[in-house]
T-cell receptor, first 114, second 110 residues
């Protein structure tokens, strides 16, 4: 596609459930980022992939959060045993290379944990 | 701790005026800075960037100024239009990871 695609756009789940959020980056972009944004706040870094490997996962809040990018394109953010505090918009962004430059963001997946 | 922040959470201007949005950063190791615009319900959109070896960069209607002495970044928007109404974020980058500030809401009155 022309831009970064994220699915689902909205997800409502119950506390304790497992959730997967998908990101389809711009074709050919090697770098992929996940951020989390709470209301009234800036995006908070979670994890950065360069190709298939996680170059930096220091932003993942705890071991309930995990992300993969097995073929260096689509990425999935996985959240186990969801908590109400996980409610936020999860943003994915991609960049053409691993160097500095413009990040292209998707429109986000809004997660609500009841 | 080190952080990226904004001086003004909300800025209201009249259409046609120039707007200035400020940002303070505290990590002297940051080497690349970006301004993003975010409209309601959408992801952030790149506006302009600047590297730490520069102090000014101009784009279309926008200028970014970097003052490394006081660790300050500003975004100037000329002839502000209603379509510029959004939340603006500055981000500092180290090791290819942008860290975002809280954001400033720009409201443009027609």
């Amino acid at each position: 596609g022309a831009g970064v695609s994220q699915t689902p756009s909205n997800k409502v789940t119950e506390k304790g459930k497992y959730v997967e959020l998908r990101c389809d980056p711009i074709s050919g972009h090697t770098a992929l980022y996940w951020y989390r944004q709470s209301l009234g706040q800036g995006p908070e870094f979670l994890i950065y992939f360069q190709g298939t490997g996680a170059a930096d996962d220091s932003g993942l809040p705890n071991d309930r959060f995990f992300a993969v990018r097995p073929e260096g394109s689509v990425s999935t953010l996985k959240i186990q045993r969801t908590e109400r505090g996980d409610s936020a918009v999860y943003l994915c962004a991609s960049r053409r290379t691993g160097e500095d430059g413009e990040l292209f963001f998707g429109e986000g997946s809004r997660l609500t944990v009841l | 701790g080190e952080s990226v922040g904004l001086h003004l959470p909300t800025l209201s201007v009249q259409e046609g005026d120039n707007s200035i949005i400020n940002c303070a950063y505290s990590n002297s190791a940051s080497d690349y800075f970006i301004w993003y615009k975010q409209e309601s319900g959408k992801g952030p959109q790149f506006i302009i960037d600047i590297r730490s070896n520069m102090d000014k960069r101009q784009g279309q209607r926008v200028t970014v100024l970097l003052n490394k002495t006081v660790k300050h970044l500003s975004l100037q928007i000329a002839a502000t239009q209603p379509g510029d109404s959004a939340v603006y974020f500055c981000a500092e980058t180290r090791s290819y990871i942008p860290t975002f500030g809280r954001g400033t809401s720009l409201i443009v009155h027609p």
